[in-house]
């Protein structure tokens, strides 16, 4: 188990299912977007390529560890976090 795993361990998630924090703003951007860092730089694997053209990525918001790095990489991504009682809870530290 690798350190990201280990912490991955001591965290709980209560997604909230009626209202998603992570966005992807414009379809269109990442249809011409080549380097999709968002595909690679996502700790928790949050964007995953989709197989439906209009919609080239699918944000897989549930199991977002709110560390926020989207928003810094890419401008076509709208980051937020959770309402009040739900997303990450850590166990310990």
């Known amino acids: ?5 280990e912490q991955l361990a001591v965290i709980r998630f209560q997604p909230d299912e009626e209202w998603q924090h992570v966005l ?21 694997g ?6 439906e053209a209009k919609q080239p990525l699918m944000v897989l918001y549930k199991q977002c560890v709110e560390c926020g790095g989207c928003r810094l990489i890419c401008d ?8 009040g009682g739900y997303g990450v809870t850590f166990l310990e530290g």
Do not use: G, H, W
Not at 46 to 51: A, C, K, L, M, P
């Open 24 to 44: 992807i703003l414009d379809d269109a951007i990442c249809q011409k977007c080549r380097a999709k860092q968002c595909l690679t730089f996502c700790p928790s």
């Open 76 to 83: 076509n991504i709208d980051f937020s976090y959770p309402k």
């Open 46 to 51: 949050v964007f995953r390529e989709s197989t």
């Open 1 to 5: 188990m690798n350190q990201f795993d």
